[in-house]
């Protein structure tokens, strides 16, 4: 699953784009980090495991009108498309590529880590092993343009779609 800062960063630029919808942001920034707060990350990814988000599951229990949830679903469907979109392997050097991406990403795009996570957030200096400055950008861009209303429609009309692994 993507770092906390990586979600922080996706929901940051979603907020920015979509200032027509009236989140409630410190709603929507609780239901993003949610998912990972937890000791069992598969209960609250709706999967065996929590690399292995499914919406279907989560839409079939919640529905996304309101702003914790809303936020709550974007961090599944970060961490849905990140697996079946953007990495194609997870290995351990991807938490220190996290730590390392940490402080770039939270000065990029201005994120303000809640204090919930402050203890759970690692600053580290090195190369990136797995992950690439490129393929982040890319990602947080793509993903915080995305219409969640339409894509929970499309889940629950098409679950099979969303469901690879």
């Given at each position: 699953?993507?770092?906390?800062?990586?979600?922080?960063?996706?929901?940051?630029?979603y907020?920015?784009?979509?200032?027509?919808?009236?989140?409630?942001?410190?709603?929507?920034?609780?239901?993003?980090?949610?998912?990972?707060?937890?000791?069992?990350?598969?209960?609250?990814?709706?999967?065996?495991?929590?690399?292995?988000?499914?919406?279907?599951?989560?839409?079939?229990?919640?529905?996304?009108n309101?702003?914790?949830?809303?936020?709550?679903?974007?961090?599944?469907?970060?961490?849905?498309?990140?697996?079946?979109?953007?990495?194609?392997?997870?290995?351990?050097?991807?938490?220190?590529?996290?730590d390392?991406t940490?402080?770039?990403?939270i000065?990029?795009?201005?994120?303000?880590?809640?204090?919930?996570?402050?203890?759970s957030?690692?600053?580290?200096?090195?190369?990136?092993?797995?992950?690439?400055?490129?393929?982040?950008?890319?990602?947080?861009?793509?993903?915080?343009n995305?219409?969640?209303?339409?894509?929970?429609?499309?889940?629950?009309?098409?679950?099979?779609?969303?469901?690879?692994?």
């Amino acid at each position: 699953m993507p770092g906390y800062v990586i979600h922080l960063a996706v929901a940051k630029e979603y907020l920015k784009k979509s200032k027509n919808r009236n989140e409630n942001e410190e709603e929507f920034i609780n239901g993003v980090i949610f998912p990972d707060s937890v000791k069992d990350k598969a209960i609250t990814h709706y999967g065996e495991k929590s690399s292995k988000s499914n919406l279907y599951e989560f839409l079939k229990d919640k529905n996304v009108n309101n702003s914790f949830n809303r936020g709550y679903f974007l961090h599944l469907l970060t961490d849905y498309l990140f697996y079946n979109k953007y990495v194609d392997r997870m290995t351990k050097d991807m938490y220190n590529d996290y730590d390392i991406t940490n402080k770039k990403l939270i000065d990029k795009y201005n994120v303000e880590l809640p204090n919930e996570i402050k203890g759970s957030v690692f600053f580290k200096e090195g190369d990136l092993q797995i992950l690439s400055y490129d393929l982040l950008y890319k990602m947080i861009d793509e993903i915080s343009n995305m219409d969640i209303d339409k894509i929970a429609k499309d889940v629950i009309k098409n679950p099979e779609k969303w469901t690879k692994f």
